[in-house]
């Protein structure tokens, strides 16, 4: 007889997310998810949901010291760059110091693995491929807080029984057409569901920059499926069983310009 595999316990914060929400449809139905999020949302889901703001120190140790999760992919984060300069205090505050926060209740707890979603802003600009090695220099607040966070699980993890993965994600973009769920942010800044909605409704689409040091004149981006991303976080979670850390870059590895991408959708829409 076959021993029965015991269900792993996974713990995803900023669930509710374009990633998340994705993310927790496509893991395998043997694990036991566990969904965190500083606001309510409903998704149709039997999945364990936890409402916790994860500032609360307090209140997340409490809560993940009841989970005793074997895995947490750490996805919450304010990411819309446009609005850094409004928010600057709570953009720190989701994510500086939640990052810090479940790193020091990981240590306490012994969780076994931690998945840190990062970003290729961490990387100095280039007209040149990254690598992993490349030279880090982020230009925005965003870059800079993710590269503390990397700098914060490398020190505090390094020595301990936790294993973790810091992907660094390039342009996500796409959706997981199965389960029908698409992106969606308020306000919209990402180049792919701003040209759709301009379609959408008959509205002039407007790009700015036609100077950079491309073939067009226009900005060039690595954009990357979703469902690529989703399958490189299931990949770390079972690489780090092998008990090695891990850093990543998760990307198409092809550049596109913004021109490019409005070509495609005009040849693909026929507009």
Not at 123 to 131: A, I, Q
Request: glycine share 6%; with cysteine; proline share 2%.
């Amino acid at each position: 007889m076959y021993k029965k595999k015991i269900k792993e316990k996974i713990v995803i914060t900023g669930a509710s997310g374009y990633i998340g929400s994705i993310l927790l449809k496509n893991l395998t139905k043997n694990n036991q998810i566990f969904l965190i999020n500083k606001e309510n949302f409903k998704f149709g889901l039997k999945h364990k949901f936890i409402k916790c703001d994860l500032s609360n120190k307090k209140k997340t140790s409490k809560i993940l010291k009841k989970i005793n999760p074997d895995t947490i992919v750490h996805l919450a984060a304010q990411s819309t760059i446009d609005m850094v300069k409004l928010r600057k205090n709570s953009y720190k505050k989701n994510n500086l110091t939640v990052t810090k926060n479940l790193i020091d209740i990981i240590q306490k707890l012994n969780v076994k693995k931690f998945i840190f979603s990062s970003t290729a802003a961490v990387y100095k600009g280039s007209n040149s491929p990254l690598k992993e090695t490349s030279k880090l220099k982020p230009s925005n607040l965003y870059g800079k807080t993710k590269l503390l966070n990397e700098k914060y699980i490398i020190k505090n993890l390094k020595n301990t029984n936790t294993k973790y993965c810091i992907i660094r994600f390039f342009n996500v973009c796409s959706s997981d057409r199965k389960n029908n769920i698409g992106e969606l942010h308020d306000p919209e800044t990402h180049l792919l569901p701003i040209i759709i909605d301009k379609i959408t409704k008959n509205k002039k689409f407007k790009i700015y920059g036609n100077n950079y040091n491309t073939e067009d004149g226009t900005c060039v981006r690595d954009y990357i499926h979703i469902l690529d991303i989703i399958s490189g976080i299931k990949k770390s979670i079972n690489y780090l069983e092998n008990g090695k850390s891990l850093i990543i870059n998760l990307g198409g590895s092809k550049g596109f310009s913004v021109k490019q991408i409005i070509k495609s959708c005009e040849k693909i829409i026929k507009k």
